[in-house]
């Protein structure tokens, strides 16, 4: 019911645009989240908007990061700036009832997309 797309390999402090489709139930969630996961590394909260657009963003993607949503469109955006390989790691959409950067609180997960980012 989330299906995230736009991943790929860019060079360090170039951009990509991802992209997550809902369907059904979930994107009437009050909240759409990125979460992002590297490997041997805990999954970790990126940003999150509201219904009503309200963001939040993590501390080390602020400024070069942002997340919108198109509510005719079901989509949910999430637009990375200058990356760095830091930013590497498999990217998933969530969708949930609160705003929070924990990961559990989130119903719904997509199948998430790869970024790589070389130096």
């Known amino acids: 019911q989330l299906q995230a797309s736009g991943g790929g390999l860019v060079q360090a402090g170039g951009s990509l645009r991802l992209s997550c489709a809902a369907s059904?139930?979930?994107?009437?969630?009050?909240?759409m989240g990125w979460f992002r996961q590297a490997p041997g590394k805990e999954r970790e909260f990126v940003a999150s908007?509201?219904?009503?657009?309200?963001?939040s963003y993590a501390d080390s993607v602020k400024g070069r990061f942002t997340i919108s949503r198109d509510n005719a469109k079901n989509t949910v955006y999430l637009q990375l700036n200058s990356l760095k390989p830091e930013d590497t790691a498999v990217y998933y959409c969530?969708?949930?009832?609160?705003?929070?950067?924990?990961?559990?609180?989130?119903?719904?997960w997509g199948q998430g997309t790869q970024v790589t980012v070389s130096s």
């Open positions: 969530a969708a949930g009832q609160v705003t929070t950067n924990r990961a559990r609180a989130y119903d719904y």
């Open positions: 059904g139930r979930t994107f009437s969630s009050p909240v």
């Open positions: 908007i509201s219904r009503s657009g309200s963001t």
